[in-house]
């Protein structure tokens, strides 16, 4: 993938993402909602004179997250002009590390004073309190099997195609897969899909939240949004199984990184309007049941700034979010803490990857012929090719015109090694600095291919010379 | 019907369960034949174990205030049984109850204002 292509993903991605968690976490009108910054939304905050200092507090915090948002907008767009995918991945990341660390902080500030307002006022949490209403325990469910069960067994069956191709099962004419990529691929997009529905079913069977002492008004508001989260997650998985099908024949047909590139852009867009409709929708509802709010489960006191939950005395992993859509987990749950290191090491585990990901871009490539033999060298992958070895050679002017793609290894604008797809044959060596289009095509007595080249076409040639 | 459950109480939480769902039988918030839900799905929606929510249904089945089903599950009686005294536990409790008020200077009338507010003053002697 170009390292625009990629900028233009990450771009696609981020900048809905802010401006549906600023619509989302900031609402204008807080008189309609649930919460008012992470704060149990009260009937003494809507009466004066606590109605004036809440709207202070709301519209101070909703000035603040613009700015933020629309600084991370513009670093965003600037952010598209960078050229090397290896820097690109490495500012995307601390950039959006940096955005995610900063894009909350006038909420938690906001919840702060939100907190101690609620103390002036003299509002005491019910802490240790739960509000359950037993008509609807239980009963109130949107996420129907069948609906999920279609569109992921559509999806599967494309899985298997895949399977049975790259197994040589089945063949179609000129099909461009092998090494199981194809199967890679969209396994993984399938397996997202599967991962959804999971999360999908876990909040469809959270916690009815009890707004009122009729149960019908609870039954019709819990439903009212399962519905629209299960309508989004539905929607979600046939798109999934359409690009699955799409991304497929782009497999068999042959694909140019443009297309790919364009594909993944409007995946992603259709993704973020989506969430668009979903927290527009999540948001009449909350307005349309404003009214009807005559009981309040007050568990503000277990919200570290209105974003971490921690309740000791509550058994359930997951829980409603007091901030943004969806659910968030109980960190004083056994398999919240857990939940808690693995994120912490997947976030050191990414930082420690786009550092090689550096490494690799910007440690050169080396061509050594002595000793009888010729190696290929860079950071830790060495190939070492004994020159009695060599069966066949040839030199190539273009590598852009071979026919490739990634099984296993480094697929960058600057570097490609591993092992590749190439031509038609799979488990092909590869070892090429694209920027240079010249390389070697080596073919051993064992039967073994490699593609290399040096840093440079000059290199590249005076190897081939050698080696001729 | 909603059921208020108070984690930091000192009472049990089964035993929450079980005082809410007599008080919701009593005030005809739960009707005769009335379906409850499935342990699990109470104890889900609670946020704890199932073991509590099972000794809550327990009780409400020995005392005879509800029936479980294998099929049906738990629903509530459609004729409790009407002994027509109250258990001695319940008149300590009630003991108890009015002791305090005229320790904190309840007055009387005030005490019998609430038991008729809370037995229903239509409901036959």
Same mark, same amino acid.
């Given at each position: ?78 952010l598209l002009l960078l050229k090397g995918l290896a820097l690109k991945t490495f500012i995307w990341t601390v950039f959006i590390f940096v955005a995610v660390c900063i894009l909350p902080v006038p909420f938690i500030i906001g919840h702060r004073e939100m907190m101690g ?5 003299? +509002?005491?949490? =019910?802490?240790? !309190? $739960? ?10 469910? #949107?996420?129907?099997? *069948? ?63 009890? +707004?009122?002492? =009729?149960?019908? !008004? $609870? ?10 989260? #299960?309508?989004?997650? *539905? ?72 974003m971490l939950y921690y309740n000791p005395t509550d058994r359930r992993l997951m829980v409603e979010k007091h901030a943004g859509i969806g659910s968030t987990i109980n960190m004083a749950h056994p398999g919240g803490k857990i939940v808690g290191i693995f994120l912490i ?124 | ?125």
């Amino acid at each position: 993938m170009s390292g625009f292509g990629f900028g233009l993903i990450m771009f696609i991605c981020l900048v809905p993402t802010v401006w549906i968690m600023f619509l989302y976490m900031y609402p204008k009108k807080w008189k309609d909602h649930k919460l008012v910054l992470g704060v149990n939304n009260r009937p003494e905050f809507k009466a004066d004179p606590a109605a004036d200092e809440v709207e202070q507090i709301v519209q101070r915090s909703r000035k603040q997250a613009f700015c933020i948002s629309l600084v991370c907008t513009a670093i965003a767009a600037v952010l598209l002009l960078l050229k090397g995918l290896a820097l690109k991945t490495f500012i995307w990341t601390v950039f959006i590390f940096v955005a995610v660390c900063i894009l909350p902080v006038p909420f938690i500030i906001g919840h702060r004073e939100m907190m101690g307002l609620k103390r002036k006022l003299g +509002i005491v949490s =019910d802490k240790g !309190i $739960n509000l359950v209403d037993l008509k609807t325990a239980g009963s109130v469910h #949107a996420l129907k099997a *069948v609906r999920v069960i279609i569109p992921n067994a559509v999806g599967l069956a494309v899985v298997v195609l895949a399977v049975l191709a790259d197994l040589k099962v089945i063949t179609f004419k000129d099909i461009h897969t092998g090494g199981f990529t194809a199967t890679i691929v969209m396994g993984t997009y399938w397996l997202t899909g599967l991962i959804i529905t999971f999360g999908a079913y876990i909040m469809d069977n959270m916690k009815n939240t009890v +707004i009122s002492a =009729d149960s019908d !008004i $609870n039954a019709n508001y819990n439903r009212a949004k399962k519905k629209n989260l #299960a309508d989004m997650v *539905v929607g979600f998985l046939w798109l999934n199984s359409i690009y699955l099908i799409i991304i497929y024949i782009m497999f068999v047909v042959g694909q140019s990184d443009m297309f790919v590139m364009i594909s993944i852009g409007a995946y992603v867009a259709v993704i973020m309007a989506e969430m668009v409709i979903f927290v527009r929708s999540n948001i009449k509802i909350d307005e349309r049941y404003q009214k009807e709010i005559s009981l309040i489960s007050d568990d503000d006191e277990y919200w570290l700034g209105g974003m971490l939950y921690y309740n000791p005395t509550d058994r359930r992993l997951m829980v409603e979010k007091h901030a943004g859509i969806g659910s968030t987990i109980n960190m004083a749950h056994p398999g919240g803490k857990i939940v808690g290191i693995f994120l912490i090491l997947s976030l050191v585990a990414t930082l420690l990857s786009i550092v090689w990901l550096g490494m690799l871009e910007s440690t050169p490539v080396r061509l050594q012929l002595d000793d009888g033999k010729l190696v290929c060298h860079q950071l830790r992958d060495e190939y070492v090719i004994p020159f009695d070895d060599i069966a066949d050679i040839e030199y190539g002017e273009d590598m852009t015109k071979l026919r490739m793609s990634r099984t296993a290894g480094v697929g960058m604008d600057t570097l490609l090694k591993g092992d590749f797809y190439v031509e038609g044959k799979n488990g092909c060596k590869v070892f090429l600095v694209p920027p240079q289009k010249a390389y070697i095509h080596i073919t051993t007595k064992s039967g073994e291919d490699y593609y290399i080249s040096g840093s440079t076409a000059e290199e590249t040639r005076e190897a081939y010379e050698k080696l001729k | 019907m909603i059921i208020r459950i108070d984690e930091l109480s000192d009472v049990p939480i089964y035993q929450q369960i079980r005082n809410q769902i007599v008080m919701g039988i009593s005030d005809g918030e739960l009707k005769a034949g009335e379906q409850l839900p499935t342990v699990r799905a109470l104890a889900l929606e609670m946020g704890i174990n199932t073991m509590t929510v099972s000794k809550a249904y327990q009780q409400l089945k020995m005392e005879g205030y509800i029936m479980t089903d294998r099929k049906f599950g738990a629903r509530v009686r459609m004729e409790i049984e009407k002994q027509g005294s109250i258990s001695d536990t319940n008149k300590t409790e009630l003991k108890r109850i009015v002791s305090e008020a005229r320790l904190s200077g309840v007055p009387k009338q005030e005490l019998l204002r609430l038991v008729e507010e809370y037995y229903g003053k239509d409901s036959q002697d």
